[in-house]
């Protein structure tokens, strides 16, 4: 295995080139690898949101890594894309949310990376996300990236420990403008480029059309409010999920929000922002980054984020003796979603991460 040699995850976007730009000039042997997942734009969609890992994306990916002039591999990745694609309709099915990026980082753009590094020699791998890595005396330790708006160590909490040691992130210590001014002065050809803000094999923008070309929306049913009372109907709960407000399909004196999904009946309950607060949640599945959280012990004063966008809420983290991770939140957290990952933090510093199992609302629901 050579020590300079890195595989660099190429999705045909400005921050993965530019990850790779600057590891050529830190002297690595760069190897560019992108990961087809076979799914295209369809035909006169006029989204300007930019997705990854179509074939697309592929021909930006070759133009860049032939430019750099480091050799270049497309990886056909479509079956292991589609057992992702069957977790995210699984998810929906059991009135849960899923979050495809985190198991996509996990099984594909680390797990599967790491592998043809393995195979190729390579020492390293290296992908474009705004965060960081440092090694610390018990492991790697994740850290948010350096632009605050830009942080994307969330969606890395189900990454294992040793494929993150030998992980490189180049572009974690960078402000995305300046990113994109480093592509533009090495005229990369994706300097420009729009960021990626779909979900790769959701080309429409619409997650539901996915469901629907997979079996559909599941059970139709009731909107109830929490009275009880039927709002609305709608063609399957799947298209629902917690804290969601528009779509509902009935107009209302104040806004309503999703609050509960329920496969079983098919209802979907609604109710006002205030009834959408958790107070405790609970996680499984959890891991830690150079530290330890043994059962029975607590981190205190951490905060908790459960979506991606950066930021986070104030909470008590506990570890059970059943190897599940209770959250206590210093105040109801709005619209936390089972299926959803979950990350703690302290300050910068990323402690652990887990899947949210079960989120107990801090008002009661009769419905």
């Known amino acids: 295995m050579t020590s300079k040699r890195v595989l660099v995850a190429l999705s045909g976007g400005v921050d993965s080139s530019v990850a790779a730009l600057l590891l050529k000039r830190q002297g690595y042997e760069v190897v560019g690898c992108f990961l087809r997942n076979g799914i295209s734009r369809p035909a006169g969609s006029c989204s300007t949101k930019q997705g990854c890992c179509s074939a697309e994306d592929a021909r930006d990916a070759a133009l860049v890594a032939d430019q750099l002039e480091i050799p270049y591999h497309a990886l056909d990745m479509h079956e292991e894309f589609a057992s992702v694609q069957d977790y995210f309709a699984s998810e929906y099915q059991a009135g849960r949310t899923p979050n495809p990026c985190a198991v996509c980082n996990r099984d594909i753009k680390f797990g599967a990376l790491a592998n043809f590094a393995d195979a190729i020699g390579a020492r390293w791998i290296a992908t474009g996300h705004y965060a960081r890595i440092r090694q610390g005396q018990h492991g790697p330790?994740?850290?948010?990236?350096?632009?605050?708006?830009?942080?994307?160590?969330?969606?890395?909490?189900?990454?294992?420990?040793?494929?993150?040691?030998?992980?490189?992130?180049?572009?974690?210590?960078?402000?995305k403008p300046e990113t994109r001014r480093i592509a533009e002065e090495a005229g990369l050809p994706v300097f420009g480029k729009p960021d990626s803000q779909e979900i790769c094999f959701v080309p429409t923008g619409d997650y539901r059309d996915v469901l629907r070309k997979r079996g559909g929306l599941g059970k139709s049913g009731r909107i109830l409010d929490l009275d009880g009372i039927e709002r609305a109907r709608h063609d399957g709960y799947m298209g629902f999920t917690r804290g969601q407000r528009r779509g509902l399909g009935f107009a209302a004196t104040e806004p309503m929000y999703v609050v509960d999904v329920r496969p079983e009946s098919g209802d979907v309950i609604v109710g006002p922002r205030a009834t959408t607060g958790c107070a405790v949640a609970t996680a499984t599945e959890f891991r830690s980054f150079g530290c330890t959280l043994e059962p029975g012990s607590s981190w205190e004063d951490v905060t908790v984020q459960y979506r991606s966008s950066p930021g986070g809420v104030p909470a008590?983290?506990?570890?059970?003796?059943?190897?599940?991770?209770?959250?206590?939140?210093a105040s109801p957290a709005p619209s936390v979603t089972p299926g959803q990952g979950l990350a703690v933090y302290r300050d910068e510093r990323l402690l652990g991460g887990g899947w949210l199992h079960e989120a107990h609302p801090a008002a009661e629901i009769r419905v």
């Not at 008590?316 to 939140?329: H, L, M, Q, S, T």
């Open 141 to 175: 330790e994740l850290l948010r990236g350096v632009d605050p708006h830009k942080d994307q160590s969330y969606v890395l909490f189900p990454v294992a420990p040793d494929i993150l040691s030998r992980t490189l992130l180049p572009i974690g210590e960078l402000q």
């Open 316 to 329: 008590r983290v506990k570890a059970e003796v059943n190897g599940w991770i209770r959250i206590d939140f």
